[in-house]
């Protein structure tokens, strides 16, 4: 279950996701699914093939200034190794920040244009619990990175935590890079 805390206190918002991989490593991952179990939204790629929400294919929105955007931020600190300054930067400088607490169903969520990031920078975030995400947002166009901006490929091994930031395209990418450097 992505969500497991909202699932066990009756928060409508969790989900399941799986990934199938050609070998041991996120950038092996060749087919995901997330599928919110409240809402029924089945969210699914195949490398090359695409992203679909439902039956229908999707893409990352087009706003273009995180002024405009709809942000996710996890910010969930506890034992995490988490830059408590930079969270307030971005805390401060994002108007709109949001956390549902299922980190794969709201990278889906991005991939369908529903919001235009998301951000998860406590190196808290097992690989294997947003391998399917990652697929399904980077078949829709989104940009995904770690905080210096480099590609994530690690195993795929419950014990292997990251950090990321998934973004719906650019220009919305270096605009949160900025915030994180700055």
């Given at each position: 279950i992505d969500g497991t805390t909202n699932f066990v206190h009756?928060?409508?918002?969790?989900?399941?996701?799986?990934?199938?991989a050609s070998k041991p490593t996120l950038e092996g991952v060749f087919a995901g699914i997330v599928a919110?179990?409240?809402?029924?939204?089945?969210?699914?790629?195949?490398?090359?093939?695409?992203?679909?929400?439902?039956?229908?294919q999707i893409h990352t929105s087009k706003i273009q200034s995180i002024d405009d955007a709809l942000i996710g931020l996890d910010l969930n600190a506890y034992k995490a190794q988490f830059n408590m300054a930079i969270a307030t930067n971005l805390i401060e400088n994002i108007r709109h920040t949001r956390h549902f607490g299922a980190n794969a169903l709201e990278i889906s969520h991005v991939a369908a244009g529903l919001s235009d990031a998301f951000v998860d920078l406590r190196g808290k975030i097992r690989a294997t619990d947003v391998a399917a995400g990652f697929l399904i947002a980077k078949e829709a166009g989104a940009i995904i990175t770690d905080a210096d901006d480099n590609p994530i490929d690690v195993p795929l091994d419950p014990r292997q935590t990251l950090e990321f930031i998934?973004?719906?395209?650019?220009?919305?990418h270096k605009q949160i890079l900025s915030l994180i450097k700055s």
């Open positions: 009756g928060l409508p918002f969790y989900a399941s996701s799986i990934a199938v919110d179990l409240v809402h029924e939204d089945v969210f699914y790629a195949h490398q090359g093939k695409g992203a679909y929400r439902n039956g229908k998934a973004s719906a395209n650019m220009n919305i």
